[in-house]
C-alpha cells in the first residue's frame, strides 16, 4: 500500500477522534513532540523501526517514555501503530494530522525565501497580502536564500510566487539567447 495513504487513513480517523474529544489541539501538540523526539534520537528509531524488536516489547517502551505524559488518546495510538506495524508510517501521520487541523482552522502554511533577511515591516506586508490572497490566516517560516539576489519567493501548498531576481535574470537570460 502507498505510503501516503497509509498516513492519511491512519491521521483521518486520528483526527476524527481527537476532534470527538475536542482534544485537537493537545494530540497535534503531542504528535509534534513524539515525531520530533523520535526523529531526534537515532537509537530510539533503530528500536522502533527494528523488523525483529517485537511490538509487545516496542510497546514496553512506549509505556516507559510516554505513559501518563501525553493524553490517553496520543498514548493508544501509538501502541497501536507500533501492534499494527506502522510505527514507520508516524511522520506521514503528522504531517497529514495537522494539515488536517489547518484546513479545518482555515489557516495556511506558507515558506518565504529572500535574498536578506526581512524586516518585521515586511514581513507583516508580506503576511497581509497572502492572507488576501489566500482569504486564510497564513503562518509563515521565513528563510534566507543568497542565491536569490533579491527578491522573495514564496510557496503555499503546490503554489510558487517567484518575484527574485535569479528568476528574472535567467528569464533575461534565455529571452537574448532566443533572439541572438
Not at 146 to 152: C, D, F, Q, S, T
Request: charged letters at 35%; a negative charge.
Amino acid at each position: 500500500m502507498l505510503k501516503g495513504a497509509v498516513g492519511g487513513r491512519y491521521a483521518e480517523a486520528l483526527y476524527e477522534l481527537a476532534r470527538r474529544d475536542d482534544k485537537v489541539d493537545l494530540v497535534e501538540q503531542e504528535l509534534r513532540t513524539v515525531s520530533q523526539l523520535i526523529v531526534e534520537d537515532r537509537d530510539l528509531q533503530k528500536i522502533l523501526y527494528h523488523p525483529r524488536i517485537t511490538a509487545e516489547e516496542k510497546k514496553d517502551l512506549l509505556k516507559v517514555l510516554f505513559e501518563g505524559k501525553i493524553s490517553e488518546v496520543t498514548f493508544e495510538f501509538l501502541k497501536l501503530l507500533v501492534e499494527r506495524q506502522r510505527e514507520q508510517f508516524l511522520p506521514d501521520i503528522v504531517e497529514y494530522f495537522v494539515n488536517k487541523a489547518n484546513y479545518d482552522r482555515n489557516i495556511t502554511a506558507a515558506g518565504i525565501s529572500s535574498a536578506i533577511e526581512l524586516t518585521a515591516g515586511e514581513k507583516k506586508d508580506i503576511e497581509t497580502m497572502l492572507a488576501k490572497i489566500t482569504g486564510k490566516k497564513v503562518v509563515t517560516e521565513y528563510s534566507v536564500d543568497l542565491a536569490l539576489i533579491g527578491g522573495v519567493v514564496v510557496r503555499i501548498g503546490d503554489r510558487v510566487i517567484d518575484g527574485s531576481i535569479r528568476t528574472r535574470l535567467e528569464a533575461m537570460r534565455e529571452h537574448l539567447r532566443l533572439i541572438s
